[in-house]
């Protein structure tokens, strides 16, 4: 479970911010109304919902813990897998046909991935609060 946590942690708190930045600023750039979904709209939603699979399979073992339940299930730290799936549904919906910001044109993708960063960032800040501080 360990190698599952740390594959979690250092995918969610150092690659996927960065990613965010990187694909809303190529999807601003490369942006044409109508045009197909390329290789970036397809697999960037993946790695989010991978992200959120390993966040929530550890979770589910961390509530099988002595005490797991109580700390996990408890406020702050339920709204870390909660927080989480919302951010994979918006990270599919940001860049896809059903984006909600879609009125803005070019800037449609850009802005809800300043969303979904806000969501991830917020998210590490409870973890980080919830582990009791940095790793």
């Known amino acids: 479970m360990l190698l599952i946590f740390n594959i979690h942690r250092i995918f969610g708190e150092m690659i996927l911010p960065l990613l965010i930045v990187a694909v809303a600023i190529y999807m ?3 942006y044409k109304p ?3 979904r390329g290789p970036i709209e397809r697999f960037f939603p993946v790695l989010v919902d991978l992200q959120v699979t390993l966040g ?3 979770w589910v073992f ?3 813990l002595p005490g797991g ?6 406020f702050p730290f339920i709204l870390h897998p909660i927080l989480g799936l919302i951010a994979a549904g918006l990270a599919h919906m940001a860049l896809g ?8 044109g070019r800037w449609a993708p850009m802005a809800s991935l300043v969303v979904l960063l806000i969501l991830v960032l917020s998210n590490i800040m409870i973890a980080v609060i919830s582990r009791g501080g940095p790793a």
């Open 56 to 58: 929530v399979i550890y």
């Open 28 to 30: 601003t750039v490369v």
């Open 97 to 104: 046909a059903k984006n909600p910001l879609r009125a803005l």
């Open 69 to 74: 339940m109580a700390r996990y299930m408890g």
């Open 34 to 36: 109508g045009a197909a």
């Open 62 to 64: 961390l509530l099988t």
